[in-house]
């Protein structure tokens, strides 16, 4: 392999990359990205064996080859380097790179080794609008499970019928429910997990907003394409908790209150809560909601923040830290909160949101002391 090519065009390429590569794993080659230089592009490849990435750069290729180098070490050196030109010379298990003065020669496992990459489903798919695949991932993601083994909670649900497009997300405790309309197409499925990190990926991605990006299925992966990027999730069997149980929309009681001035004086109050619940007490009266810190050793604090609200008075006790998610996830002036009694789910909605979307709910589990 011998090719030249642009410094920053490279670097935005691994720069997508980093998020799939494992850093930490038991097999050495995965820390790495391939490459491949074929006719005029510099190809690029990671896997962590569930979810691939493809993606390619113009280059001027002196000779066809290919070589991987550790994915980390590579983005931080490219990032680096004093050139607008990079240079990419692979010779005897060692890739070397110039750049201006500089000069280095990398480390290269074999690429023989590098693991089987699965094809791309054939066929150019079910189209969405890169902004409008976003706009479901902004409302839901935060509340897909951080915690391994969890395997029905660490990814989002989507559904698409042939009008709308549907995102689902739950940890067990708190669930994110949105809904828009994408116009008039069939789709390639009816539903399909998608893990944390396709999440993660698909929210990197850097193309205009309104580009087409691409859906299709194949056997054994589900294909999300953007121009010259193609990002391949293996198909999850885990099955998703029954969601529709959970989503509430009968709450009678309904305050309204400013989302920046909730989350002020939230941030403020949880500051004082206990590290294992974040437990904030809701104290909702005529036109106020009071907010008082419960279970800190060290000390309590309390606030109260204006609302329209007209029901009966209801106290519940809800994680912090769940609603601040939620209020930092949209950028709209109001939100609602519905609830029923002080012991049943807590429901969020914003007033006011992106005219795409049809319905956006968010439900909170109380705190049970």
Known sequence: MDASLNRAALLEELQLIQGVVERRTTIPILSSVLLSAEGDRLNLAATDLDVTVYSRCPATIRHEGRATIQSRMFFDLVRSLPSDTVDL???????????GNFRS????????????LPEIPSGQGFGLSLSFLRLLIDRTAFAVSSEEGHFQYNAALLLLSAQNAEMVATDGHRLAYVKAAHGSQTPPFEQQLLPRKVLNQLHRLSQPVDAPLFLARGENHLAFHLGERVLLSRLLEARFPQYERVLVRDNPHRAVVSRSDLQASLRRVSLLTSERTHGVQFQFETDAIGLASVGFDLGQANESVHCTYQGPAIRVLVNAQYVLDFLSAIEVEQIEIQLRDGDGPVVLTPLGDD?????CLYVIMPIRL
């Open 89 to 99: 010379v692979y010779r005897e298990g060692r890739v070397e790179v110039s750049s």
């Open 105 to 116: 020669q990398l480390a290269s496992l074999d690429p023989a080794d590098f693991p089987t």
């Open 355 to 359: 005219p795409a979307i049809a319905e």
